[in-house]
């Protein structure tokens, strides 16, 4: 499988920090959980702060990433593999990745309709947690579709943007 020792070793290294990283992510899941469990939430609003947790992670978030430079990054790495495979390459991916984003709007819109009728200890932290996130994935979805129009215009258009700051994430930063 690994043509070099050095190979198998970067996969071992690779695998060690992802299984350290999933281990880390289940033991905050569960210290959030008895800290929620203490503050009195009742069950419905745990799981609707576990689900909101879970839209966070799915757009990628961790340990309190800011968006701006989260969407900085990501715009990088899709402008080097663009200079490595071409845009025609990249754009499915792309497409994809727009189509993904959408899913999770529609995902925090239906989790703002549930979480309007409860009440109770940390619902109010719900609401703005579920306020932020909605804010999030509109701002993502802005940047899947400014990405995938900048980029049928040459990948230099886009990086001149991101360079000179007129990303439309970069103008709420």
Same mark, same amino acid.
């Given at each position: 499988?690994? %043509?070099?020792?050095?190979? @198998? ?6 695998? %060690? %920090? ?13 210290? @959030?959980?008895?800290?929620?469990? @203490?503050? !009195? ?49 990249? %754009? ?72 000179? !700051? ?8």
């Amino acid at each position: 499988m690994y %043509k070099t020792a050095e190979e @198998r070793h970067e996969a071992r290294l690779k695998s %060690k %920090k992802d299984s350290y990283a999933r281990r880390q992510l289940q033991e905050q899941v569960k210290s @959030r959980t008895r800290w929620r469990r @203490r503050r !009195g939430a009742a069950a419905g609003t745990q799981e609707l702060l576990q689900r909101l947790d879970n839209l966070w992670l799915t757009l990628g978030y961790c340990n309190w990433t800011l968006q701006h430079k989260f969407l900085e990054s990501y715009g990088m790495s899709i402008i080097s593999e663009v200079d490595r495979e071409g845009w025609d390459s990249v %754009k499915p991916g792309c497409e994809a990745g727009l189509t993904e984003v959408k899913d999770v709007v529609k995902q925090a819109y239906d989790l703002r309709t549930e979480a309007r009728d409860i009440d109770g200890p940390l619902t109010d932290q719900l609401r703005d947690g579920i306020t932020s996130v909605v804010d999030a994935v509109d701002m993502h979805v802005r940047a899947w579709e400014e990405l995938l129009s900048m980029m049928e215009h040459g990948v230099d258009t886009y990086f001149d943007a991101l360079r000179y !700051g007129s990303l439309v994430w970069q103008s709420t930063a």
